[in-house]
């Protein structure tokens, strides 16, 4: 899923529960326009800062504890806090029953519940 600054929904992508959220990330930066995409160090994956670095997005990733190049200087810890704000996101939308236990089964049905729960975020702002 991509947010904006202040946690609010854009778009996201629905994947298999056994893929990694890594592997749809590159689909979700091609739709992006950000200027600084902070994630977590699951998403510290060269092909993904690559991509990254290309669109000229700066990038907020802590580095893994078991990488070789342990060296970070291009982190920004003070901007890396504010990464609860997707992760408030989150316990939004899964304040909606069928959202959060995926009561739907089919990919149609779940994302249209996503984007109702989005839609209604967005009016309450």
Not at 22 to 36: D, R
Not at 60 to 88: C, G, H, S
Request: glycine share 4%.
């Amino acid at each position: 899923m991509i947010s904006d600054s202040c946690g609010n929904p854009i778009d996201f992508i629905l994947s298999e529960g056994q893929v990694h959220d890594s592997k749809i990330a590159n689909q979700l930066l091609e739709i992006s326009n950000a200027e600084v995409l902070i994630a977590d160090r699951a998403y510290h994956v060269q092909k993904i800062r690559k991509k990254l670095q290309e669109k000229g997005i700066r990038v907020v990733i802590p580095k893994k504890k078991n990488t070789i190049d342990k060296t970070n200087e291009e982190f920004d810890k003070y901007l890396y806090k504010i990464r609860y704000l997707i992760e408030n996101l989150f316990a939004r939308l899964k304040q909606f029953r069928s959202i959060a236990t995926r009561y739907d089964k089919k990919k149609s049905n779940f994302s249209s519940m996503i984007y109702l729960g989005s839609s209604i975020i967005w009016v309450k702002i």
